[in-house]
């Protein structure tokens, strides 16, 4: 693996994030579609200083001193930031706020407050804003104030009439208040950021004080949680007990507008101790992952909705279990309906024949249908066991709330150990019908969440087969033994690839088989999708696929460490990236096996976390029809010429000449799965 080469992680992330930029660049594009992605862009960026800025703000100091035998990337990854913030100004600042005046709608960016609104504007400063304001002297001893992650704040400079200066902080409430307000005119309609309606009625706050200075900052810290492998109490109260210290964590990212004085610079960075922070000048305005709330109500500013089609005409006659025990069942989301996966667990819930109900869940809407269908099943003497991974970043607080309701009603609530998570997407349920135990599932390769399925793709399959489910429930009893690992629990999985088991091992005997085929001059392709790509493992073998001649058409999202198109090394090697309406998250893998191709779709990722440090599960395709269905959904992925890009050997996004007939993949699978519905 040595004489391998492969991209830094954090460096293609960012680039991953730079596509996201592309689109809102694109003139094409509705228009509140394009600041929706400079939205996601600002969130994204928001995550990465979260992070990953801590891992190499450790690695940049660990390399200063000698002490790293990893790449020190941290002025590269800065580099690579500035430039993609100055985008985001030009897109912005430079196209989206002019083009957004021919709708007559007025976004006042670091501009006076109209004479025509300004009495709207202080009004709603008095009775709505005003109640959230809590300046504190920085000199007040008796003050500890401690700036929270990622929430807004004035420094305001103050003089007194007597000349005397103090320092005070603003909190900007876009917590408790929502970012923008608009006003409506005879001329169109005004929006004002909340900043902008403080910063106008500071005199309102500081009546005997003359400003000096008020810029705004913002301070981004470490979201990691700090679980101890040996704790030996309630998971679920350590991870609440973490969860209070998340926005306590170490600074890593100092935000503050331009024309900041260096000594105030210096008086703040001493002040909240941000000296090892990344210190970034950035523009008037933070969060601005905010847009995605600015209040514009034009359907024609934004794309056309796709209603979701029915998947299946499965009768409403007879049970939905019966169903599947006729035929396998696959869903597309959001392409198609979540309805029928609702059915199931609803079903599940209330069919007296079933007895019991195991389901893994790591994230789940807030108000999640299918936790209230487990909650109902428990409340109807149904034995329901869950596994709830309480680890799943940002989503902890409502992983525990849903834990304790069905833990009140009786759920057998399983948690993973700190050192292990749960990824895997599976649900089994088991009915008692005529004397006999009936088994059906579902597998995933997405959450079981009807918020996230609106707009991530997924593939869902409903499944009798009884080889797939035997081996579901010898892992839903791995889990209910809370292990460290699978060392000392052997499980001879056949079909399914369960990481911890053999996942891994068996795509490397996936991949060997297509280069054993190349070797003999047979037609050996591999075809992956997938998020992120980083396991040097796996990505080693795919390049000795590439050397033995088997061609490789990769579909990655998001991180990719395998450097394509480089001679002598992964020259058969090619990468696509799709960014369009839908948030691509399905993984799929296809072997071609001679012509009979093996087909996985699951929820594994190649990381180094997916790997080594979670439980996956991918399920083989058996059903022809599926399995048609599936190459077809990513032989058009592979086709597109509109949304996709080519990533190059430096992994930049290099568009692809649209020559027709164009492919937008997207549009594409919708309008196939829409012309099936007269099958």
């Known amino acids: 693996m040595d004489h391998y080469s492969f991209f830094d992680r954090d460096l293609s992330w960012l680039l991953f994030n730079e596509r996201i930029l592309m689109e809102a660049g694109k003139e094409t594009l509705p228009l509140m579609e394009?600041?929706?992605?400079?939205?996601?862009?600002?969130?994204?960026?928001?995550?990465?200083?979260?992070?990953?800025?801590?891992?190499?703000?450790?690695?940049?100091?660990?390399?200063?001193?000698?002490?790293?035998?990893?790449?020190?990337?941290?002025?590269?990854?800065?580099?690579l930031i500035g430039h993609q913030q100055q985008k985001f100004g030009q897109v912005f600042t430079g196209e989206i706020i002019p083009l957004l005046k021919a709708p007559k709608i007025t976004l006042l960016?670091?501009?006076?407050?109209?004479?025509?609104?300004?009495?709207?504007?202080?009004?709603?400063?008095?009775?709505?804003?005003?109640?959230?304001?809590?300046?504190?002297?920085?000199?007040?001893?008796?003050?500890?104030?401690?700036?929270?992650?990622?929430?807004?704040?004035?420094?305001?400079n103050l003089q007194a009439e007597n000349k005397t200066e103090r320092n005070v902080i603003l909190n900007i409430p876009s917590n408790q208040l929502p970012r923008f307000y608009g006003v409506n005119t005879d001329d169109g309609q005004y929006i004002v950021f909340l900043d902008d309606i403080i910063r106008h009625n500071l005199d309102k706050?500081?009546?005997?004080?003359?400003?000096?200075?008020?810029?705004?900052?913002?301070?981004?810290?470490d979201a990691e949680l700090d679980l101890d492998?040996?704790?030996?109490?309630?998971?679920?109260?350590?991870?609440?007990?973490?969860?209070l210290k998340r926005d306590l964590g170490i600074a890593t990212r100092f935000l503050h507008q331009p024309g900041v004085p260096l000594r105030t610079l210096h008086f703040i960075t001493d002040k909240f101790n941000l000296q090892s922070s990344s210190v970034v000048e950035g523009?008037?305005?933070?969060?601005?992952?905010?847009?995605?709330?600015?209040?514009?109500?034009?359907?024609?500013?934004?794309?056309?909705?796709?209603?979701?089609?029915?998947?299946?005409?499965?009768?409403?006659?007879?049970?939905?279990?019966?169903?599947?025990?006729?035929?396998?069942?696959?869903?597309?989301?959001p392409y198609q309906s979540y309805n029928t996966i609702l059915r199931f667990f609803n079903e599940a819930a209330t069919d007296i024949s079933v007895k019991e109900i195991s389901v893994t869940l790591y994230r789940v809407a807030s108000d999640s249908r299918i936790v209230n269908a487990l909650i109902s099943a428990a409340n109807n003497g149904?034995?329901?066991?869950?596994?709830?991974?309480?680890?799943?970043?940002?989503?902890?607080?409502?992983?525990?709330?849903?834990?304790?309701?069905?833990?009140?009603?009786?759920?057998?609530?399983?948690?993973?150990?700190?050192?292990?998570?749960?990824?895997?997407?599976?649900?089994?349920?088991?009915?008692?019908?005529?004397?006999?135990?009936?088994?059906?599932?579902?597998?995933?390769?997405?959450?079981?969440n009807e918020s996230t399925a609106a707009f991530y793709t997924d593939h869902i399959m409903m499944t009798a087969n009884s080889l797939l489910l035997r081996e579901m429930e010898l892992l839903f009893m791995f889990l209910a033994k809370g292990k460290k690992s699978a060392d000392g629990y052997p499980i001879d999985f056949k079909h399914l690839l369960?990481?911890?088991?053999?996942?891994?091992?068996?795509?490397?005997?996936?991949?060997?088989?297509?280069?054993?085929?190349?070797?003999?001059?047979?037609?050996?392709?591999?075809?992956?999708?997938?998020?992120?790509l980083e396991e040097r493992t796996l990505i080693a073998k795919l390049y000795e696929a590439s050397q033995a001649g088997v061609k490789i058409s990769l579909i990655v999202r998001s991180i990719c460490c395998l450097i394509p198109g480089v001679q002598g090394m992964s020259e058969n090697i090619t990468i696509k990236r799709i960014v369009d309406r839908y948030?691509?998250?399905?993984?799929?893998?296809?072997?071609?096996?001679?012509?009979?191709?093996?087909?996985?779709?699951?929820?594994?990722?190649?990381?180094?976390?997916?790997?080594?440090?979670?439980?996956?599960?991918?399920?083989?395709?058996?059903?022809?029809?599926?399995?048609?269905?599936?190459?077809?959904?990513?032989?058009?992925?592979?086709?597109?010429?509109?949304?996709?890009?080519?990533?190059?050997?430096?992994?930049?996004?290099?568009?692809?000449?649209?020559?027709?007939?164009?492919?937008?993949?997207?549009?594409?699978?919708?309008?196939?799965?829409?012309s099936k519905l007269n099958d």
């Open 205 to 221: 706050l500081f009546k005997n004080e003359v400003l000096t200075g008020c810029y705004s900052i913002k301070i981004t810290r």
């Open 583 to 674: 948030l691509e998250h399905g993984r799929i893998f296809i072997f071609h096996n001679r012509g009979d191709e093996k087909v996985f779709l699951g929820s594994a990722d190649w990381m180094n976390r997916n790997i080594y440090r979670r439980v996956e599960v991918c399920f083989p395709v058996y059903d022809n029809h599926i399995k048609a269905e599936v190459l077809q959904l990513i032989n058009l992925q592979l086709n597109d010429n509109v949304q996709a890009v080519r990533l190059n050997n430096e992994l930049q996004n290099i568009n692809i000449q649209p020559i027709p007939p164009l492919v937008q993949s997207q549009k594409a699978i919708y309008e196939f799965l829409k």
């Open 283 to 333: 523009g008037m305005y933070h969060n601005l992952k905010d847009l995605s709330g600015l209040p514009v109500n034009n359907p024609s500013l934004r794309y056309t909705r796709w209603a979701p089609l029915v998947g299946y005409h499965v009768s409403d006659a007879g049970s939905l279990f019966d169903h599947i025990e006729t035929r396998d069942y696959i869903f597309h989301t």
């Open 229 to 243: 492998d040996e704790y030996q109490g309630d998971l679920s109260e350590q991870v609440e007990k973490q969860l």
């Open 34 to 79: 394009r600041v929706n992605f400079l939205s996601i862009f600002s969130s994204n960026l928001d995550e990465f200083y979260r992070v990953r800025m801590p891992v190499l703000l450790a690695l940049h100091n660990l390399a200063k001193h000698g002490n790293s035998e990893k790449e020190d990337v941290l002025l590269e990854a800065q580099e």
């Open 109 to 156: 960016f670091n501009e006076p407050i109209p004479n025509e609104i300004a009495d709207k504007v202080s009004d709603y400063f008095y009775s709505q804003v005003m109640a959230f304001l809590q300046p504190i002297d920085l000199a007040d001893t008796k003050k500890n104030f401690f700036p929270e992650n990622n929430r807004l704040y004035f420094l305001v």
């Open 382 to 448: 149904k034995k329901v066991r869950v596994m709830v991974e309480l680890k799943a970043r940002f989503d902890e607080a409502n992983n525990i709330k849903w834990a304790k309701k069905m833990k009140a009603v009786g759920v057998d609530i399983i948690y993973s150990n700190t050192a292990l998570k749960v990824h895997a997407k599976i649900a089994l349920v088991k009915r008692q019908v005529d004397g006999r135990d009936k088994y059906s599932g579902l597998l995933a390769t997405g959450n079981f």
């Open 498 to 532: 369960v990481a911890q088991f053999n996942l891994q091992d068996r795509f490397l005997v996936l991949i060997d088989q297509e280069i054993a085929n190349a070797k003999q001059g047979l037609p050996a392709f591999i075809t992956i999708k997938l998020n992120n």
